[in-house]
């Protein structure tokens, strides 16, 4: 069984900074792409951030410049640090990630259960 545990997030002022940690644990054999996705009321789900097991990164244009995704990979862990947060930031964050419990079986996604980030203006 694998869980991908979320913590990080919160209410914060415009402008301020927020990071998110995301654990994966159980039975996992390797572990692919990680990466943060956010679901703000009415929307759909989108990428935010992700970033492969050698390090490449890939960003959401919203937030090039502001939010930087890192991981470790010993911790199977993922990492989301968000500054000069706006208002439009505010959503559920999402942590995926993309996994192989055995040799032979194929990848699978697997999702946290979101942390809820609120950005006052």
């Known amino acids: 069984q694998v869980q991908l545990v979320e913590s990080g997030g919160g209410l914060v002022q415009a402008g301020g900074s927020l990071r998110l940690s995301c654990a994966a644990s159980g039975s996992i054999f390797s572990i692919n792409a990680m990466g943060w996705y956010r679901q703000a009321p009415g929307k759909q789900r989108e990428l935010v951030a992700a970033i492969t097991s050698g390090g490449s990164t890939n960003y959401a244009d919203s937030v090039k410049g502001r939010f930087t995704i890192s991981r470790d990979n010993a911790q199977n862990t993922v990492y989301l640090q968000m500054h000069s947060l706006k208002p439009e930031d505010t959503a559920v964050y999402y942590c995926?990630?993309?996994?192989?419990?055995?040799?032979?079986?194929?990848?699978?996604?697997?999702w946290g259960q979101g942390t809820q980030v609120t950005v006052s203006s």
């Open positions: 995926n990630a993309d996994i192989k419990l055995r040799v032979g079986l194929p990848w699978k996604d697997y």
